[in-house]
């Protein structure tokens, strides 16, 4: 059974920096496209950046030059960078596939919350 646990969220004050991690156990990791998404309560889950398996980077607009996915293979890690954090940033950020068809269970999620 696949376990995707995400870590690193937190309150911070606009302008400021988080890094958000997801460990996944129980896949091989390395074979995916992995996302990060965020869910704001009462929105549907969007997806904010991709990575391949090889590394190309993807990401919407609204982040863009902002944040940074990376992924470690060797230690089933994913990993994103959040910089110039804004409001509308605040929400519950999840990792999984980027595929629908490979998609896992989602995880509990990590609160991010963008407050002076």
């Known amino acids: 059974q696949v376990q995707v646990v995400e870590s690193g969220g937190g309150l911070v004050q606009p302008g400021g920096s988080l890094r958000l991690s997801c460990v996944v156990s129980?896949?091989?990791?390395?074979?995916?496209?992995m996302g990060w998404y965020r869910q704001v309560p009462g929105n549907q889950r969007e997806l904010v950046a991709y990575?391949?398996?090889?590394?190309?980077?993807t990401y919407v607009d609204s982040v863009k030059g902002r944040f940074t996915i990376s992924r470690d293979n060797a230690k089933n890690t994913l990993a994103l960078q959040m910089n110039s954090l804004k409001p509308e940033d605040t929400a519950v950020y999840y990792c999984?596939?980027?595929?629908?068809?490979?998609?896992?269970?989602w995880g509990q999620g990590t609160q991010v919350t963008v407050s002076s």
């Open positions: 129980g896949s091989t990791f390395s074979i995916y496209t």
């Open positions: 990575i391949t398996r090889a590394g190309t980077e």
């Open positions: 999984n596939t980027y595929r629908v068809a490979s998609r896992w269970d």
